[in-house]
């Protein structure tokens, strides 16, 4: 079985200031894909990247940097000078096709909030 | 490029009242899931259509059920509502491509209410 793992439910941090998500995941598949999603008070989940399980280089992109370690099952989420417009709830998720279907198996969720 | 649009955006019924939400998909895109989000939970996967076929489904009884149209768009019909099936319903959209995995685009939702 899949299991996703976010043991951080709510972080408060002061703008500018560099905050990690954590995500740990279970499953006994070689080939899966994980997921970091943003859920801003609107609903709607914003999709922000996708890791396969064979490609362990960590990523950068402006503010956001994502450190994968399959050494420790891990994929955490790290936001460099935090901003106020980056609160909101953070989903790390867990995926494998099956058959060509694909199912999303969320953790629980981060809700990060970010004050002036 | 319009993105994954539902409707309704709310809806309250009560217990015992069947519900049906809509989800149309990002341009492009041809397969649908739909997730259910429980206040404070992350979302739980209930079922996905490819090819107007369910393909896989999540652990949800079989009041929940669905559909997908020629154009990709998709239903999700609830019978015999319960006051847990409160929740947000979300609707992602994927582009199948066989062997690659494409990371799934998410519409508002449909916050459903049952009184």
Same mark, same amino acid.
């Given at each position: %079985?899949?299991?996703?793992?976010? %043991?951080? $439910? ?19 598949? $070689? ?26 280089? +960590? ?7 994502? +450190?994968?370690?399959?050494? $420790?099952?891990? #994929? +955490? #989420?790290?936001?460099? =000078? ?5 609160? =909101?709830?953070?989903?790390? %998720? ?6 060509? =279907? ?7 969720? $981060?809700?990060?909030?970010? +004050?002036? | &490029? ?8 709310? /809806? ?22 739909? @997730? ?13 259509? @490819? ?20 154009? @990709? ?14 929740? /947000? ?5 994927? /582009? &199948?491509?066989?062997?690659? /995995? ?14």
């Amino acid at each position: %079985a899949q299991k996703v793992t976010q %043991a951080q $439910t709510e972080i408060s941090v002061v703008e500018k200031e560099d905050v990690t998500l954590d995500c740990v995941y279970e499953t006994r598949d $070689t080939t899966y894909y994980l997921f970091w999603y943003k859920q801003p008070p609107s609903g709607e989940l914003v999709f922000l990247i996708r890791r396969n399980s064979f490609d362990e280089q +960590n990523e950068i992109s402006g503010r956001y940097s994502w +450190n994968f370690q399959k050494s $420790t099952s891990s #994929f +955490n #989420f790290t936001i460099t =000078a935090s901003q106020v417009v980056d609160s =909101a709830v953070y989903f790390c %998720a867990l995926s494998k096709l099956i058959q060509g =279907a694909q199912k999303l198996v969320f953790g629980q969720g $981060t809700r990060l909030t970010i +004050n002036p | &490029d319009a993105g994954v649009t539902q409707s309704p955006t709310h /809806l309250i019924k009560t217990r015992g009242q069947q519900v049906t939400l809509r989800c149309s998909p990002k341009s492009g895109h041809d397969t649908v899931s739909w @997730y259910q989000q429980a206040l404070g939970q992350g979302p739980q996967f209930i079922f996905q259509y @490819y090819e107007e076929e369910e393909r896989q489904r999540g652990n949800f009884p079989d009041r929940f059920s669905g559909h997908q149209f020629p154009n @990709y768009s998709s239903e999700l019909n609830v019978n015999a509502l319960l006051l847990g099936d409160s929740a /947000l319903y979300l609707c992602a959209s994927s /582009l &199948d491509s066989g062997r690659f /995995l494409y990371e799934q685009f998410f519409g508002p939702g449909t916050r459903l209410t049952v009184l």
